[in-house]
Each structure stands twice: as C-alpha cells, then as structure tokens.
T-cell receptor
Framework: AQRVTQPEKLLSVFKGAPVELKCNYSYSGSPELFWYVQYSRQRLQLLLRHISRESIKGFTADLNKGETSFHLKKPFAQEEDSAMYYCALSFLAQGGSEKLVFGKGTKLTVNP | DAGVIQSPRHEVTEMGQEVTLRCKPISGHNSLFWYRQTMMRGLELLIYFNNNVPIDDSGMPEDRFSAKMPNASFSTLKIQPSEPRDSAVYFC????????????FGEGSRLTVL
C-alpha cells in the first residue's frame, strides 16, 4: 500500500542552523513526491515537487529511490520557516485519477 | 480567482446534530478532494471526485459520513449524526489534469462537536 512516513512530529532548531525534515515513502511504482507547507493561519500550499528539482525559499529535497526517502533540507533556517510541513506522494489510483496521500506532518519551530 | 472556498469556517455543534460542510473548487478544476486534519492522524484523505464522480471513498470513516458533488462548482460533506470524535479541521482541495499533482486547498472548516 502507498504510505508516507514522517518520523518527527516536532522539530525545533535555532535560527541559522541547518534543518532536515525526514520523509520516507512506500510505493511500488515510480513516485511523484511533494512537500506542502502550512504557515500559521494560512492555507496548506505546495512548497516544492521533486520533478522540478527546484529550490524554494532556500529549501531543497532530493528523491533517493534506494532509501525511498525525500528529505527536505535547508542550510540556514529562518524564523519565518516555522510552520507545519507535510510530505506527500502522488500516484495513479483506481480509475486513472491521481491521488495524493500525506504524511502526518512535522511541526518545525525555528527559535531566535 | 478566489481559490477554493469553504464554508463554514467554524462550526460548533452538539453531538447527534447533522453537519454540512461546503466547498466551491477553483473554476476549471476537474478533481476535488476532502481531507480531515487532526493532531493524532495528520491529513487523511476521506474521498475524492473526478469530473463530479466519486472515485474513492475508502477513507470515509463510517456510514455517518457522506459526500456529494452535484456539479463541477459545488461539493458537500455531511456528517449525520455527528460525534465528538469528528472534531477536526476539514479541508477541501481541487486540482486540474494539468496541475501535475498540485492540490489547491481551501482554508478549512474547523468543526467542534460537543
């Protein structure tokens, strides 16, 4: 079954420190992976997707098929990065429609 | 476009009452998703529609939950009767075939069942 695991519910770092939010997935096909972010009092929104291989707000994520991981990293955390982060897996489900399943999320707090 | 619109934003009700949550997807999007967010379980997919047709409702907790999408611009999620354990934030999201997996979320409906 398709599953996304985020082992850390809470992560706290100091401003300027590196941060890594872990994500592992379970999927027998070719995965499409995403990171979504929810800032306080804002909508859940897409942060980045692995197929774009982009850096957004200083964040990057590399898909490691051998380890079935898609960890989110930033070398120098900022206070405004404090938010809830969700890793998500997209796959073709029954009927040919795309389905997106999320991990349970990691709450990142960046302390001054 | 105002994005995905959900109502009500907040609802407080008593156990046993019927609750109806509403969603207006982004115009032109052909897929609609209902998610439930709790501290314990994170974001759970309840049901999703493709071109107004329910595709997968395996995430719906039990028969007390039902969802409809009578047309491309409106969907409802109904809980009858509601129970305290249904208290959560319910999100609606929509996407189009060319959005390459990106979902656009509403602001959510926070439900409290007393």
């Amino acid at each position: 079954a398709q599953r996304v695991t985020q082992p850390e519910k809470l992560l706290s770092v100091f401003k300027g420190a590196p941060v890594e939010l872990k994500c592992n997935y379970s999927y027998s096909g070719s995965p499409e992976l995403f990171w979504y972010v929810q800032y306080s009092r804002q909508r859940l929104q897409l942060l980045l997707r692995h197929i774009s291989r982009e850096s957004i707000k200083g964040f990057t994520a590399d898909l490691n098929k051998g380890e079935t991981s898609f960890h989110l990293k930033k070398p120098f955390a900022q206070e405004e990065d404090s938010a809830m982060y969700y890793c998500a897996l997209s796959f073709l489900a029954q009927g040919g429609s795309e389905k997106l399943v999320f991990g349970k999320g990691t709450k990142l707090t960046v302390n001054p | 476009d105002a994005g995905v619109i959900q109502s009500p934003r907040h609802e407080v009700t008593e156990m046993g009452q019927e609750v109806t949550l509403r969603c207006k997807p982004i115009s032109g999007h052909n897929s609609l998703f209902w998610y439930r967010q709790t501290m314990m379980r994170g974001l759970e997919l309840l049901i999703y529609f493709n071109n107004n047709v329910p595709i997968d409702d395996s995430g719906m907790p039990e028969d007390r939950f039902s969802a409809k999408m009578p047309n491309a611009s409106f969907s409802t999620l109904k809980i009858q009767p509601s129970e305290p354990r249904d208290s959560a934030v319910y999100f609606c999201a929509s996407s189009s075939w060319d959005s390459t997996g990106e979902l656009f979320f509403g602001e959510g409906s926070r439900l409290t069942v007393l």
